[in-house]
């Protein structure tokens, strides 16, 4: 199993800055992938962006959903098990829970973008955007 804890959310203006944290623990050597989801209130949870974390030839590419490309930025720390989501010029429907979720199998690829995709999750942090 892998436990995944979230950090960081909070309340932004619009146009602001935000860093969230995911850290994993457990079988984190099973772990290929890890990846950002969010969820609004009335809508269904969505991709945000994925980051390969094999030592391999492809460990350390990202992907992002085209709402966030450009904006959101995903770093892994691999000694520390960490993954952060670095989100700049935020907007009101960036508003959500952020979800960090890990995939247990390899390889990532620009179509590991659903749900089903990602076997463990973590439990959420809000990110709120006023306008």
């Known amino acids: 199993q892998v436990q995944l804890v979230e950090s960081g959310g909070g309340t932004v203006q619009a146009r602001g800055s935000l860093t969230l944290s995911c850290a994993a623990s457990g079988r984190t050597d099973k772990t290929y992938a890890m990846g950002w989801f969010r969820q609004a209130p009335g809508k269904e949870r969505e991709f945000v962006g994925a980051v390969a974390l094999s030592t391999a030839a492809f460990g350390g590419i990202t992907y992002y959903a085209d709402s966030v490309k450009g904006r959101f930025t995903i770093s892994r720390d691999t000694a520390k098990s960490t993954v952060i989501l670095q989100m700049n010029s935020l907007k009101p429907e960036d508003t959500a829970v952020y979800y960090c979720?890990?995939?247990?199998?390899?390889?990532?690829?620009?179509?590991?973008?659903?749900?089903?995709?990602?076997?463990?999750w973590g439990q959420g942090t809000q990110v709120t955007v006023s306008s």
């Open positions: 979720a890990a995939r247990d199998k390899w390889p990532l690829t620009s179509s590991t973008r659903t749900i089903a995709d990602f076997k463990f």
